[in-house]
Protein backbone atom coordinates (compact mmCIF):
# COMPACT_ATOMS: atom_id res chain seq x y z
CA UNK A 1 0.00 0.00 0.00
CA UNK A 2 1.68 2.93 -0.95
CA UNK A 3 1.65 6.34 1.36
CA UNK A 4 -0.98 8.42 -0.53
CA UNK A 5 -3.50 5.33 0.09
CA UNK A 6 -2.37 4.84 3.75
CA UNK A 7 -2.73 8.56 4.45
CA UNK A 8 -6.17 8.39 2.73
CA UNK A 9 -7.11 5.64 5.01
CA UNK A 10 -5.36 7.61 8.51
CA UNK A 11 -7.52 10.59 6.88
CA UNK A 12 -10.64 8.63 7.18
CA UNK A 13 -10.07 7.47 10.65
CA UNK A 14 -9.64 11.55 11.84
CA UNK A 15 -12.66 12.41 9.82
CA UNK A 16 -14.89 9.63 11.74
CA UNK A 17 -13.54 10.57 15.26
CA UNK A 18 -13.35 14.36 14.64
CA UNK A 19 -15.65 15.01 12.05
CA UNK A 20 -19.37 15.15 14.29
CA UNK A 21 -17.27 17.16 17.44
CA UNK A 22 -16.74 20.47 17.64
CA UNK A 23 -12.93 21.50 18.95
CA UNK A 24 -12.84 23.75 21.66
CA UNK A 25 -13.30 27.31 20.54
CA UNK A 26 -15.30 29.91 20.78
CA UNK A 27 -17.77 29.66 18.03
CA UNK A 28 -21.73 28.98 18.97
CA UNK A 29 -22.78 25.47 18.96
CA UNK A 30 -24.77 24.54 15.73
CA UNK A 31 -25.14 28.16 14.81
CA UNK A 32 -23.85 29.32 11.35
CA UNK A 33 -23.38 32.59 9.55
CA UNK A 34 -23.99 31.22 6.51
CA UNK A 35 -26.04 27.96 6.27
CA UNK A 36 -26.52 27.23 2.37
CA UNK A 37 -25.62 24.20 -0.07
CA UNK A 38 -22.64 25.33 -0.74
CA UNK A 39 -21.05 27.20 1.95
CA UNK A 40 -21.41 26.86 6.34
CA UNK A 41 -19.98 29.62 7.85
CA UNK A 42 -19.84 29.09 11.65
CA UNK A 43 -20.63 31.67 13.77
CA UNK A 44 -17.88 33.39 15.93
CA UNK A 45 -18.82 34.58 19.11
CA UNK A 46 -17.71 38.40 19.73
CA UNK A 47 -16.65 37.99 23.42
CA UNK A 48 -16.14 35.02 25.87
CA UNK A 49 -14.23 33.59 28.65
CA UNK A 50 -11.60 32.43 26.03
CA UNK A 51 -11.27 35.63 24.21
CA UNK A 52 -11.55 37.94 27.11
CA UNK A 53 -7.44 37.17 28.12
CA UNK A 54 -6.88 39.04 24.36
CA UNK A 55 -9.31 42.24 24.68
CA UNK A 56 -7.71 44.85 26.99
CA UNK A 57 -7.36 48.83 27.18
CA UNK A 58 -4.80 50.16 24.51
CA UNK A 59 -2.25 52.93 25.30
CA UNK A 60 -3.22 56.15 23.29
CA UNK A 61 -1.35 58.37 22.36
CA UNK A 62 -1.46 62.32 22.57
CA UNK A 63 -0.14 64.07 19.77
CA UNK A 64 -0.46 67.86 21.89
CA UNK A 65 -2.30 70.81 20.75
CA UNK A 66 -1.28 72.61 17.49
CA UNK A 67 -0.16 76.15 18.11
CA UNK A 68 -2.07 77.59 14.98
CA UNK A 69 -5.32 76.66 13.34
CA UNK A 70 -7.02 77.86 9.89
CA UNK A 71 -10.04 79.77 9.40
CA UNK A 72 -13.23 78.02 7.73
CA UNK A 73 -12.65 79.94 4.16
CA UNK A 74 -8.83 79.38 4.28
CA UNK A 75 -8.20 82.43 4.79
CA UNK A 76 -6.47 82.65 7.65
CA UNK A 77 -4.58 81.72 10.46
CA UNK A 78 -5.10 81.82 14.25
CA UNK A 79 -3.34 81.21 17.42
CA UNK A 80 -4.77 77.84 19.13
CA UNK A 81 -3.17 77.61 22.19
CA UNK A 82 -3.82 80.66 25.05
CA UNK A 83 -0.60 81.44 27.40
CA UNK A 84 -0.98 78.55 29.38
CA UNK A 85 -1.10 76.27 26.61
CA UNK A 86 2.26 78.40 24.93
CA UNK A 87 4.39 77.77 28.20
CA UNK A 88 2.75 73.67 28.65
CA UNK A 89 3.12 72.76 24.90
CA UNK A 90 5.68 74.96 23.53
CA UNK A 91 8.03 76.23 26.26
CA UNK A 92 7.34 79.77 25.26
CA UNK A 93 6.58 82.43 27.67
CA UNK A 94 5.81 85.37 25.08
CA UNK A 95 3.72 84.66 21.78
CA UNK A 96 6.00 87.67 19.75
CA UNK A 97 8.97 85.88 20.72
CA UNK A 98 8.12 83.14 17.78
CA UNK A 99 9.40 83.62 14.60
CA UNK A 100 7.37 82.11 11.39
CA UNK A 101 6.77 81.29 8.26
CA UNK A 102 4.81 79.29 5.58
CA UNK A 103 5.81 77.62 2.30
CA UNK A 104 3.51 77.45 -0.84
CA UNK A 105 3.80 73.87 -1.67
CA UNK A 106 2.55 71.65 -4.92
CA UNK A 107 2.80 68.36 -5.78
CA UNK A 108 4.98 67.28 -8.31
CA UNK A 109 4.80 63.27 -7.92
CA UNK A 110 3.60 60.91 -5.59
CA UNK A 111 6.75 61.24 -3.32
CA UNK A 112 7.44 64.62 -3.65
CA UNK A 113 6.05 68.46 -3.52
CA UNK A 114 7.62 71.42 -4.54
CA UNK A 115 7.97 74.65 -2.86
CA UNK A 116 6.36 77.61 -4.77
CA UNK A 117 6.63 80.66 -2.62
CA UNK A 118 8.04 81.79 1.17
CA UNK A 119 5.79 84.10 3.57
CA UNK A 120 7.61 85.28 6.89
CA UNK A 121 4.95 86.67 9.30
CA UNK A 122 4.32 87.05 13.08
CA UNK A 123 1.71 85.54 15.80
CA UNK A 124 -0.97 87.83 17.61
CA UNK A 125 -3.82 86.64 19.73
CA UNK A 126 -5.83 89.45 18.58
CA UNK A 127 -5.55 89.70 14.76
CA UNK A 128 -5.37 87.03 12.31
CA UNK A 129 -2.38 85.83 9.89
CA UNK A 130 -3.90 86.83 6.63
CA UNK A 131 -2.59 84.15 3.66
CA UNK A 132 -2.26 84.95 0.21
CA UNK A 133 -5.44 84.61 -1.80
CA UNK A 134 -5.71 80.61 -3.98
CA UNK A 135 -3.37 79.51 -1.87
CA UNK A 136 -4.01 75.13 -1.95
CA UNK A 137 -1.38 73.75 0.16
CA UNK A 138 1.16 75.26 2.84
CA UNK A 139 3.39 74.19 5.19
CA UNK A 140 4.12 76.39 8.29
CA UNK A 141 7.62 76.36 10.56
CA UNK A 142 7.75 78.30 13.75
CA UNK A 143 10.96 78.94 15.90
CA UNK A 144 11.56 80.26 19.63
CA UNK A 145 15.19 81.40 20.00
CA UNK A 146 16.45 79.81 16.75
CA UNK A 147 14.64 76.29 17.54
CA UNK A 148 12.38 75.29 16.01
CA UNK A 149 9.36 74.17 17.94
CA UNK A 150 6.47 73.84 15.21
CA UNK A 151 5.92 72.27 12.17
CA UNK A 152 2.31 72.08 10.42
CA UNK A 153 0.33 72.28 7.32
CA UNK A 154 -3.26 73.56 6.29
CA UNK A 155 -4.87 72.79 2.97
CA UNK A 156 -7.79 74.97 1.25
CA UNK A 157 -10.48 73.28 -0.53
CA UNK A 158 -11.36 75.22 -3.92
CA UNK A 159 -14.34 76.81 -2.38
CA UNK A 160 -14.35 78.68 -6.41
CA UNK A 161 -14.97 74.87 -7.15
CA UNK A 162 -17.69 74.74 -4.53
CA UNK A 163 -20.05 77.86 -5.57
CA UNK A 164 -20.02 76.84 -9.15
CA UNK A 165 -21.19 73.62 -7.71
CA UNK A 166 -23.86 75.76 -5.23
CA UNK A 167 -25.05 77.44 -8.81
CA UNK A 168 -26.76 74.16 -10.15
CA UNK A 169 -28.19 73.07 -6.57
CA UNK A 170 -31.20 73.09 -8.52
CA UNK A 171 -30.10 70.52 -11.17
CA UNK A 172 -30.40 67.96 -8.81
CA UNK A 173 -29.29 64.35 -10.06
CA UNK A 174 -31.32 61.07 -9.29
CA UNK A 175 -28.25 59.20 -8.35
CA UNK A 176 -26.38 57.75 -5.77
CA UNK A 177 -22.85 59.14 -4.24
CA UNK A 178 -20.55 56.30 -3.16
CA UNK A 179 -18.52 56.74 -0.33
CA UNK A 180 -15.96 53.63 0.77
CA UNK A 181 -15.23 54.46 4.39
CA UNK A 182 -12.35 51.75 4.87
CA UNK A 183 -10.63 50.62 8.36
CA UNK A 184 -7.71 48.19 7.72
CA UNK A 185 -7.39 44.90 9.02
CA UNK A 186 -10.44 45.08 11.35
CA UNK A 187 -12.84 42.21 11.52
CA UNK A 188 -16.25 42.07 11.47
CA UNK A 189 -16.10 40.81 15.25
CA UNK A 190 -13.75 43.06 16.13
CA UNK A 191 -15.70 45.80 14.94
CA UNK A 192 -18.37 44.44 17.35
CA UNK A 193 -16.19 44.27 20.16
CA UNK A 194 -14.00 47.39 20.09
CA UNK A 195 -16.65 49.65 18.48
CA UNK A 196 -19.60 49.05 20.20
CA UNK A 197 -21.15 52.85 19.89
CA UNK A 198 -20.75 53.07 15.97
CA UNK A 199 -23.02 49.45 16.19
CA UNK A 200 -25.15 50.50 18.27
CA UNK A 201 -25.56 53.84 16.58
CA UNK A 202 -26.36 52.13 13.31
CA UNK A 203 -28.25 49.37 14.48
CA UNK A 204 -30.57 51.94 16.10
CA UNK A 205 -30.60 55.09 13.47
CA UNK A 206 -29.57 53.85 9.99
CA UNK A 207 -30.96 51.99 7.01
CA UNK A 208 -28.47 48.99 6.45
CA UNK A 209 -27.35 45.54 5.58
CA UNK A 210 -24.69 43.43 7.65
CA UNK A 211 -22.72 41.04 6.05
CA UNK A 212 -21.89 38.15 8.33
CA UNK A 213 -20.40 36.04 5.20
CA UNK A 214 -18.09 38.31 3.66
CA UNK A 215 -14.83 36.73 3.01
CA UNK A 216 -11.57 38.20 1.84
CA UNK A 217 -10.19 36.83 -1.42
CA UNK A 218 -6.25 37.16 -0.51
CA UNK A 219 -3.75 37.37 1.99
CA UNK A 220 -2.74 41.40 2.94
CA UNK A 221 -4.62 44.48 1.52
CA UNK A 222 -3.20 44.92 -1.87
CA UNK A 223 -4.91 41.78 -3.69
CA UNK A 224 -7.94 42.58 -1.59
CA UNK A 225 -8.48 45.99 -2.26
CA UNK A 226 -7.79 45.85 -6.16
CA UNK A 227 -10.57 43.48 -6.84
CA UNK A 228 -12.85 46.03 -4.58
CA UNK A 229 -11.81 48.77 -6.90
CA UNK A 230 -11.02 47.24 -10.21
CA UNK A 231 -12.82 43.67 -10.49
CA UNK A 232 -9.58 41.95 -11.23
CA UNK A 233 -7.17 40.14 -9.42
CA UNK A 234 -3.85 41.45 -9.13
CA UNK A 235 -2.52 39.28 -11.54
CA UNK A 236 -5.11 40.05 -14.43
CA UNK A 237 -4.69 43.85 -13.49
CA UNK A 238 -1.57 43.20 -15.08
CA UNK A 239 -2.59 43.23 -18.70
CA UNK A 240 -4.55 46.28 -18.28
CA UNK A 241 -1.17 48.07 -16.69
CA UNK A 242 2.00 47.26 -15.46
CA UNK A 243 1.96 47.51 -11.43
CA UNK A 244 5.42 47.75 -10.88
CA UNK A 245 5.27 51.36 -12.64
CA UNK A 246 3.16 54.04 -12.23
CA UNK A 247 -1.08 53.00 -12.31
CA UNK A 248 -2.83 55.65 -13.88
CA UNK A 249 -3.58 53.28 -16.73
CA UNK A 250 -4.89 50.56 -14.48
CA UNK A 251 -8.92 50.50 -14.90
CA UNK A 252 -10.00 51.92 -11.09
CA UNK A 253 -13.54 52.40 -10.77
CA UNK A 254 -13.11 55.96 -10.07
CA UNK A 255 -12.46 56.53 -13.10
CA UNK A 256 -15.79 55.05 -14.42
CA UNK A 257 -17.77 56.97 -11.88
CA UNK A 258 -15.71 60.60 -13.25
CA UNK A 259 -16.86 59.12 -16.66
CA UNK A 260 -20.47 59.05 -15.28
CA UNK A 261 -20.12 62.61 -14.21
CA UNK A 262 -19.27 62.43 -10.49
CA UNK A 263 -16.67 64.11 -8.52
CA UNK A 264 -14.02 61.65 -6.75
CA UNK A 265 -12.03 61.58 -4.06
CA UNK A 266 -9.42 59.46 -2.32
CA UNK A 267 -7.53 59.39 0.94
CA UNK A 268 -5.54 57.28 3.19
CA UNK A 269 -3.61 58.33 6.87
CA UNK A 270 -0.87 56.56 6.93
CA UNK A 271 1.83 57.78 3.97
CA UNK A 272 4.08 54.90 4.35
CA UNK A 273 1.55 52.14 3.91
CA UNK A 274 -1.07 53.13 1.34
CA UNK A 275 -2.18 51.08 -1.20
CA UNK A 276 -0.96 52.81 -4.35
CA UNK A 277 2.42 53.88 -3.27
CA UNK A 278 3.50 51.37 -0.16
CA UNK A 279 6.45 49.30 -2.59
CA UNK A 280 4.90 50.83 -5.47
CA UNK A 281 5.13 53.58 -7.81
CA UNK A 282 1.64 55.33 -6.72
CA UNK A 283 0.52 57.84 -10.27
CA UNK A 284 2.16 60.61 -12.01
CA UNK A 285 -1.40 62.38 -12.46
CA UNK A 286 -2.93 63.12 -9.44
CA UNK A 287 -5.84 60.54 -9.74
CA UNK A 288 -8.70 62.19 -8.51
CA UNK A 289 -10.54 65.63 -7.99
CA UNK A 290 -9.85 65.49 -4.11
CA UNK A 291 -6.39 64.12 -3.07
CA UNK A 292 -5.48 63.70 0.29
CA UNK A 293 -2.05 62.49 -0.52
CA UNK A 294 -0.11 65.63 -1.20
CA UNK A 295 -1.32 67.40 2.08
CA UNK A 296 -0.86 64.12 4.21
CA UNK A 297 2.80 63.29 2.26
CA UNK A 298 3.89 66.63 3.76
CA UNK A 299 2.85 66.28 7.52
CA UNK A 300 4.45 62.34 7.17
CA UNK A 301 7.80 64.72 7.23
CA UNK A 302 6.69 65.33 10.77
CA UNK A 303 5.77 61.94 12.04
CA UNK A 304 6.64 60.28 15.35
CA UNK A 305 5.40 57.92 17.66
CA UNK A 306 6.88 55.21 15.69
CA UNK A 307 4.75 51.73 17.07
CA UNK A 308 4.86 48.48 15.39
CA UNK A 309 4.31 49.98 11.27
CA UNK A 310 2.42 52.64 12.18
CA UNK A 311 3.21 56.04 13.65
CA UNK A 312 0.79 57.82 16.60
CA UNK A 313 1.35 61.57 15.25
CA UNK A 314 2.02 63.78 12.37
CA UNK A 315 3.73 66.47 13.90
CA UNK A 316 0.69 68.01 16.51
CA UNK A 317 -2.00 66.08 14.85
CA UNK A 318 -3.10 62.07 14.60
CA UNK A 319 -2.96 60.69 11.37
CA UNK A 320 -6.65 59.38 11.59
CA UNK A 321 -7.92 62.94 12.85
CA UNK A 322 -6.28 64.64 9.80
CA UNK A 323 -7.90 62.30 7.60
CA UNK A 324 -11.56 62.85 8.67
CA UNK A 325 -11.31 66.64 9.41
CA UNK A 326 -10.47 66.05 5.61
CA UNK A 327 -13.96 64.38 5.21
CA UNK A 328 -15.77 66.40 6.92
CA UNK A 329 -14.65 69.54 4.59
CA UNK A 330 -15.51 68.13 1.49
CA UNK A 331 -19.30 67.58 3.17
CA UNK A 332 -20.12 70.91 1.14
CA UNK A 333 -18.95 69.66 -2.11
CA UNK A 334 -20.67 66.20 -1.16
CA UNK A 335 -23.65 68.09 -0.68
CA UNK A 336 -24.31 69.67 -4.17
CA UNK A 337 -22.15 66.80 -6.85
CA UNK A 338 -22.48 63.59 -7.56
CA UNK A 339 -19.36 61.64 -5.62
CA UNK A 340 -17.21 58.84 -5.36
CA UNK A 341 -14.89 58.64 -2.57
CA UNK A 342 -12.11 56.09 -0.87
CA UNK A 343 -11.26 56.90 2.21
CA UNK A 344 -9.09 54.16 4.16
CA UNK A 345 -7.68 54.62 7.41
CA UNK A 346 -4.92 52.38 8.38
CA UNK A 347 -3.07 53.56 11.65
CA UNK A 348 -5.36 52.69 14.39
CA UNK A 349 -6.51 48.95 13.29
CA UNK A 350 -3.43 47.50 11.37
CA UNK A 351 -1.15 46.41 14.06
CA UNK A 352 -3.37 45.45 17.15
CA UNK A 353 -6.33 43.94 18.32
CA UNK A 354 -7.14 46.74 20.73
CA UNK A 355 -6.37 49.89 19.08
CA UNK A 356 -9.54 50.22 16.93
CA UNK A 357 -11.15 50.79 20.51
CA UNK A 358 -9.98 54.85 19.56
CA UNK A 359 -12.14 54.53 16.32
CA UNK A 360 -15.17 54.21 17.97
CA UNK A 361 -16.12 57.46 18.77
CA UNK A 362 -14.13 59.27 15.97
CA UNK A 363 -16.34 57.11 13.05
CA UNK A 364 -19.72 57.71 14.98
CA UNK A 365 -18.71 61.49 15.15
CA UNK A 366 -18.88 61.43 11.93
CA UNK A 367 -21.64 59.02 10.94
CA UNK A 368 -23.52 61.19 13.20
CA UNK A 369 -21.78 63.92 11.05
CA UNK A 370 -23.32 62.53 7.70
CA UNK A 371 -26.82 61.91 8.91
CA UNK A 372 -27.45 65.54 10.46
CA UNK A 373 -25.64 67.33 7.24
CA UNK A 374 -28.39 64.53 4.99
CA UNK A 375 -25.31 63.03 3.20
CA UNK A 376 -26.81 60.15 4.61
CA UNK A 377 -29.98 60.51 2.60
CA UNK A 378 -27.87 60.99 -0.94
CA UNK A 379 -24.76 58.76 -0.40
CA UNK A 380 -24.60 54.06 -0.18
CA UNK A 381 -22.11 53.91 1.98
CA UNK A 382 -19.81 51.05 2.26
CA UNK A 383 -18.01 50.67 5.70
CA UNK A 384 -15.69 47.94 5.52
CA UNK A 385 -12.04 45.99 5.91
CA UNK A 386 -9.64 44.33 4.02
CA UNK A 387 -9.10 41.39 5.84
CA UNK A 388 -8.88 40.65 9.63
CA UNK A 389 -5.82 41.07 12.10
CA UNK A 390 -3.18 39.46 9.98
CA UNK A 391 -0.14 39.55 12.54
CA UNK A 392 0.53 38.61 16.62
CA UNK A 393 -0.51 36.39 19.42
CA UNK A 394 -4.56 36.86 18.63
CA UNK A 395 -3.97 35.51 15.53
CA UNK A 396 -2.49 32.51 16.49
CA UNK A 397 -5.88 31.31 17.65
CA UNK A 398 -8.32 29.58 16.04
CA UNK A 399 -10.77 32.31 16.52
CA UNK A 400 -8.03 34.73 15.18
CA UNK A 401 -7.45 32.70 12.20
CA UNK A 402 -10.97 32.12 11.41
CA UNK A 403 -11.42 36.35 11.87
CA UNK A 404 -8.73 37.27 9.56
CA UNK A 405 -10.68 35.72 6.74
CA UNK A 406 -14.20 37.81 7.62
CA UNK A 407 -13.40 41.20 7.18
CA UNK A 408 -16.39 43.88 8.15
CA UNK A 409 -18.64 44.71 5.40
CA UNK A 410 -22.05 47.02 6.51
CA UNK A 411 -24.03 49.20 3.47
CA UNK A 412 -25.34 52.13 4.90
CA UNK A 413 -28.79 53.12 2.47
CA UNK A 414 -30.57 56.36 2.54
CA UNK A 415 -33.61 55.54 4.66
CA UNK A 416 -35.92 56.10 1.19
CA UNK A 417 -33.83 53.33 -0.86
CA UNK A 418 -36.04 50.36 0.42
CA UNK A 419 -39.30 52.20 -1.00
CA UNK A 420 -38.19 53.02 -4.47
CA UNK A 421 -35.79 49.92 -5.40
CA UNK A 422 -37.56 46.93 -2.99
CA UNK A 423 -36.38 43.87 -5.00
CA UNK A 424 -32.72 45.44 -4.55
CA UNK A 425 -32.76 45.46 -1.07
CA UNK A 426 -34.25 42.77 -0.31
CA UNK A 427 -32.16 41.02 -2.49
CA UNK A 428 -29.54 42.41 -0.40
CA UNK A 429 -30.65 41.45 3.19
CA UNK A 430 -30.54 37.73 1.87
CA UNK A 431 -26.90 38.34 0.88
CA UNK A 432 -26.26 39.37 4.32
CA UNK A 433 -26.11 35.76 4.89
CA UNK A 434 -24.73 34.23 1.96
CA UNK A 435 -20.60 33.91 0.84
CA UNK A 436 -20.11 37.38 -0.50
CA UNK A 437 -16.53 38.93 -1.81
CA UNK A 438 -14.96 41.86 -2.61
CA UNK A 439 -15.14 41.33 -6.26
CA UNK A 440 -19.32 41.77 -5.47
CA UNK A 441 -19.00 44.71 -3.96
CA UNK A 442 -17.25 46.29 -6.56
CA UNK A 443 -20.51 45.30 -9.15
CA UNK A 444 -22.73 46.66 -6.49
CA UNK A 445 -20.83 50.02 -6.78
CA UNK A 446 -21.23 49.91 -10.43
CA UNK A 447 -24.84 49.35 -10.36
CA UNK A 448 -25.15 52.48 -8.47
CA UNK A 449 -23.94 54.45 -11.46
CA UNK A 450 -27.22 53.95 -13.29
CA UNK A 451 -29.92 53.19 -10.77
CA UNK A 452 -31.77 52.15 -13.86
CA UNK A 453 -30.11 48.51 -13.11
CA UNK A 454 -31.64 48.47 -10.09
CA UNK A 455 -35.30 48.93 -10.39
CA UNK A 456 -37.53 45.89 -9.89
CA UNK A 457 -38.11 45.26 -13.69
CA UNK A 458 -33.97 45.39 -14.15
CA UNK A 459 -33.59 43.09 -11.40
CA UNK A 460 -35.56 40.65 -12.63
CA UNK A 461 -34.74 40.33 -15.54
CA UNK A 462 -30.99 40.14 -14.69
CA UNK A 463 -31.49 37.69 -12.19
CA UNK A 464 -33.24 35.14 -15.23
CA UNK A 465 -29.78 36.11 -16.98
CA UNK A 466 -27.88 35.33 -14.08
CA UNK A 467 -29.75 31.43 -13.55
CA UNK A 468 -29.37 30.87 -17.00
CA UNK A 469 -25.17 31.26 -17.09
CA UNK A 470 -23.63 28.36 -17.50
CA UNK A 471 -21.27 29.24 -14.81
CA UNK A 472 -21.76 31.53 -11.98
CA UNK A 473 -19.80 34.54 -12.36
CA UNK A 474 -17.14 35.01 -9.65
CA UNK A 475 -18.27 38.97 -9.64
CA UNK A 476 -22.40 39.51 -8.40
CA UNK A 477 -23.90 42.51 -7.63
CA UNK A 478 -25.46 42.12 -3.94
CA UNK A 479 -28.96 43.77 -5.77
CA UNK A 480 -29.36 40.49 -6.84
CA UNK A 481 -29.62 37.22 -4.68
CA UNK A 482 -26.03 35.41 -4.60
CA UNK A 483 -27.08 31.72 -5.61
CA UNK A 484 -26.90 29.09 -2.23
CA UNK A 485 -24.79 26.62 -4.43
CA UNK A 486 -21.93 29.22 -4.33
CA UNK A 487 -18.41 27.74 -2.70
CA UNK A 488 -15.58 29.39 -2.07
CA UNK A 489 -14.06 27.99 -5.52
CA UNK A 490 -17.07 29.65 -7.85
CA UNK A 491 -16.06 33.12 -5.51
CA UNK A 492 -12.28 32.27 -6.47
CA UNK A 493 -11.57 32.76 -2.83
CA UNK A 494 -8.13 30.74 -2.46
CA UNK A 495 -9.00 27.17 -0.16
CA UNK A 496 -6.72 28.65 2.71
CA UNK A 497 -8.89 31.83 3.22
CA UNK A 498 -12.16 29.87 2.41
CA UNK A 499 -13.67 30.46 5.97
CA UNK A 500 -16.27 27.60 4.59
CA UNK A 501 -13.72 24.97 4.93
CA UNK A 502 -14.03 22.62 8.15
CA UNK A 503 -10.70 22.43 10.03
CA UNK A 504 -10.54 19.26 11.55
CA UNK A 505 -7.36 19.18 14.04
CA UNK A 506 -5.14 16.39 13.87
CA UNK A 507 -1.89 15.17 15.82
CA UNK A 508 1.61 16.79 14.46
CA UNK A 509 3.09 13.99 14.58
CA UNK A 510 0.76 12.13 12.02
CA UNK A 511 2.86 11.13 8.61
CA UNK A 512 1.02 13.09 6.26
CA UNK A 513 1.21 16.35 8.94
CA UNK A 514 5.14 15.80 8.87
CA UNK A 515 4.94 15.50 5.09
CA UNK A 516 3.30 18.57 4.54
CA UNK A 517 5.21 20.59 6.88
CA UNK A 518 8.38 19.81 4.76
CA UNK A 519 6.74 20.43 2.03
CA UNK A 520 5.79 23.85 2.69
CA UNK A 521 9.78 24.10 3.84
CA UNK A 522 11.26 23.21 0.66
CA UNK A 523 9.16 25.72 -1.36
CA UNK A 524 10.02 28.58 0.76
CA UNK A 525 13.87 27.52 0.06
CA UNK A 526 13.29 27.24 -3.49
CA UNK A 527 11.74 31.16 -3.51
CA UNK A 528 15.16 31.82 -1.51
CA UNK A 529 17.29 29.91 -3.42
CA UNK A 530 18.43 32.52 -6.06
CA UNK A 531 19.41 34.57 -2.94
CA UNK A 532 20.80 32.54 -0.97
CA UNK A 533 24.15 34.80 -0.84
CA UNK A 534 21.69 37.28 1.11
CA UNK A 535 18.93 34.72 2.80
CA UNK A 536 19.64 31.99 4.83
CA UNK A 537 18.09 28.73 4.06
CA UNK A 538 15.43 27.65 6.22
CA UNK A 539 14.53 24.77 8.78
CA UNK A 540 11.93 23.28 10.03
CA UNK A 541 11.89 24.37 13.46
CA UNK A 542 8.57 22.96 14.79
CA UNK A 543 5.00 22.43 13.65
CA UNK A 544 2.19 24.70 15.63
CA UNK A 545 -1.14 23.06 14.93
CA UNK A 546 -1.89 21.13 12.21
CA UNK A 547 -5.63 20.38 10.39
CA UNK A 548 -7.73 18.48 7.57
CA UNK A 549 -9.86 20.98 5.77
CA UNK A 550 -13.00 19.69 3.79
CA UNK A 551 -16.04 21.52 2.86
CA UNK A 552 -18.05 18.32 2.22
CA UNK A 553 -17.33 17.34 5.65
CA UNK A 554 -20.09 19.25 6.55
CA UNK A 555 -22.11 17.89 4.34
CA UNK A 556 -20.76 13.99 4.89
CA UNK A 557 -20.03 13.92 1.86
CA UNK A 558 -16.32 13.21 2.27
CA UNK A 559 -14.50 11.18 -1.06
CA UNK A 560 -11.35 9.79 0.64
CA UNK A 561 -9.96 8.94 -2.75
CA UNK A 562 -10.73 12.44 -4.39
CA UNK A 563 -8.30 14.75 -2.71
CA UNK A 564 -6.88 15.33 0.55
CA UNK A 565 -5.89 19.14 2.14
CA UNK A 566 -3.25 19.27 4.65
CA UNK A 567 -3.35 22.75 6.40
CA UNK A 568 0.23 22.96 8.48
CA UNK A 569 1.15 26.25 10.58
CA UNK A 570 4.96 25.87 11.36
CA UNK A 571 7.39 27.95 12.71
CA UNK A 572 11.09 28.07 10.71
CA UNK A 573 14.50 28.42 12.03
CA UNK A 574 16.63 30.89 11.99
CA UNK A 575 14.59 33.71 12.85
CA UNK A 576 11.49 32.12 14.15
CA UNK A 577 9.25 32.68 11.04
CA UNK A 578 5.56 31.54 11.41
CA UNK A 579 4.24 30.58 8.26
CA UNK A 580 0.62 28.83 7.25
CA UNK A 581 -0.07 26.77 3.59
CA UNK A 582 -2.47 24.09 2.55
CA UNK A 583 -0.67 20.84 0.91
CA UNK A 584 -3.04 19.34 -1.36
CA UNK A 585 -2.57 15.76 -2.34
CA UNK A 586 -4.39 14.45 -4.82
CA UNK A 587 -3.36 10.87 -6.72
CA UNK A 588 0.06 10.87 -5.33
CA UNK A 589 1.07 14.36 -6.02
CA UNK A 590 1.84 16.95 -4.00
CA UNK A 591 1.27 20.71 -4.27
CA UNK A 592 0.22 23.79 -2.73
CA UNK A 593 -2.98 25.04 -2.86
CA UNK A 594 -2.78 28.19 -2.90
CA UNK A 595 0.40 30.77 -1.57
CA UNK A 596 2.12 30.55 1.79
CA UNK A 597 0.78 32.81 4.34
CA UNK A 598 3.40 34.60 7.34
CA UNK A 599 1.78 35.54 10.35
CA UNK A 600 4.47 37.32 12.38
CA UNK A 601 6.20 39.99 11.86
CA UNK A 602 9.70 40.00 10.19
CA UNK A 603 10.35 43.16 11.89
CA UNK A 604 14.53 44.25 10.62
CA UNK A 605 15.45 40.33 9.58
CA UNK A 606 14.60 41.12 5.96
CA UNK A 607 16.83 44.45 5.47
CA UNK A 608 18.49 43.09 2.73
CA UNK A 609 16.00 42.88 0.27
CA UNK A 610 13.41 44.81 -1.51
CA UNK A 611 11.00 43.09 -2.76
CA UNK A 612 7.81 42.46 -0.56
CA UNK A 613 6.78 38.71 -1.48
CA UNK A 614 10.48 37.82 -0.80
CA UNK A 615 10.43 39.69 2.69
CA UNK A 616 8.37 37.93 4.54
CA UNK A 617 10.97 34.63 3.86
CA UNK A 618 14.10 36.41 4.11
CA UNK A 619 16.21 35.78 7.08
CA UNK A 620 18.86 38.01 6.32
CA UNK A 621 22.57 36.86 7.03
CA UNK A 622 24.39 38.10 9.47
Known amino acids: MNLWMRNNLRLSYYLSKYSNTVDPVDIKSKSYFVDTP ?90 PVELKKHIDLLRVECCHESLLIYRDCFYVLNHRELSDSMKGEDEKTNRLSVMILGIDALSHMNFLRQMPKTAEFIKQNLSHVEFFGYNKVDENTFPNLIPLLTGLKTKQLSEFCNISREMDDCPIIWKQFKEAGYKTAYGEDLQHLTLFQHNRAGFKKQPTDFYFRTFALEMSKFEWGRDGNTYACYGKRAPLEMLLDYVRNLVPFMQYNDFFSFFWTISLSHDYLNAPQFLDKPILNLLEFFDSTKILNKTAIFLMSDHGLRLGDYRLTHQGEME ?83 TCSLADIPDTYCGCFDRISIPINESMVQFAAKFIVDEINQILEPHLTKCAKLKLQLIRHASLMSNAIRFNEYHPFRLQDVFVQLQTEPGCGIFEATVRNTAGRSILSDDITRINRYENQSYCVDDAKLKKFCRCKI
Open 404 to 486: DMEPLLIALLPKWFESKYPEAAKNMRINANRLTTHFDVYTTMLDLIDLEYITDVSIQNRIIELTKRSRMPRSISLFLPIPDRR
Open 38 to 127: GCRLLALNVMSDQLRKHVKKHKQSDCGTPLLRISENGSQLWVNVDEKGLLKMYNVTKLEDIECLYYIFERRTDFRNIILDTVVFKLSYRE
